[in-house]
């Protein structure tokens, strides 16, 4: 059922939907045009939606609908949670059902985008087509183009890292630092970062990140993604679907190639001058070539 919905302002709505183990915030932009709406889905695990913002201008074009999954942002979590893909899998069916979004496109961004295939993976009605932005289906080789760009890292800032995972110290505001060097060159490249990327790292559900991924970016993966490997079963997608990654991106180009290649009829479109979040660096061409991509989809 729907626990609340209420009026932010002229064509926005949000509130609370129930979903397994809690309750979680949405938004919604409506639309006076008539494509199919776009369902947002950000990543993490735990990195609340409001980076993903600049996706709410193709509201010209249809709705667009966010929401920040349980344990992060506006969606706390109340009591022992088992964090899993399938949990999340569900919550996902879950806003579907309660919003009425029985026609959709999903957009999912990194760990969103992971969510996104795992959906799909199921057969869900409806789904006209996907946008995955950066979203590695395979955890061993993010992990290995995660150590050959750290390898590119000052030696300083490398010598940090490996001191403090050495230790086990890595809440250590150090070690964080160096980490947010890796960010400033591979997650988000725009100086100084953007309000809505501040907002996000100050919503951060570290206890989701935790259980689903591990204690650092680049490794060891002890949570439920450590054995995430799709690359076999890309090719049950069938739903049009675009692949979008940035020249500099933690998901690199050759993984994001090796998704786009996985799934019949994929689009690959790398941004030259991004890394994680195109959408981000490079807003205009962006929100262009969704758009491209989205009017095949209508018609």
Known sequence: MTTSIGSVGVGTSEGMLDVPDGAIWFQRIESQAGGTPLLCLHGGP????????????LSDER?????????????????????????????????RSQLGLSEVVIFGNSWGGMLAIRYMLDGPAGVSALILSSAPPSVSQWLTDAAKLRSNLPSSVQEVLRIHEERGHYACPEYQGAVAEFYRRHLCRVSPWPEC???????????VYMAMWGPSEFGP??????????????????????????RFDEASPEHMGMLAAGI???????????SHTAFIEETPAYL???RTFLATVDS
């Open 264 to 274: 019949p009829g994929a689009e690959l479109a790398i941004f030259e001058a991004s």
């Open 288 to 290: 262009a070539r969704l």
């Open 46 to 57: 735990g990195m609340p939606h409001d980076y993903l913002e600049p996706l709410a201008a």
């Open 221 to 246: 993966v002890p949570g439920a993604l450590r054995d995430w490997e799709m690359i076999d079963r890309l090719p049950e997608i069938r739903v049009p679907t675009l692949v979008t990654c940035g």
């Open 63 to 95: 709705q667009v609908i966010f929401y920040d999954q349980l344990g992060c942002g506006r969606s706390p979590a109340a009591g022992d949670v088992v964090w899993t893909v399938d949990r999340f899998v569900e919550e996902l069916a879950a806003v």
């Open 197 to 207: 990327v501040e907002r996000t790292f100050a919503g951060m559900g570290g206890d």
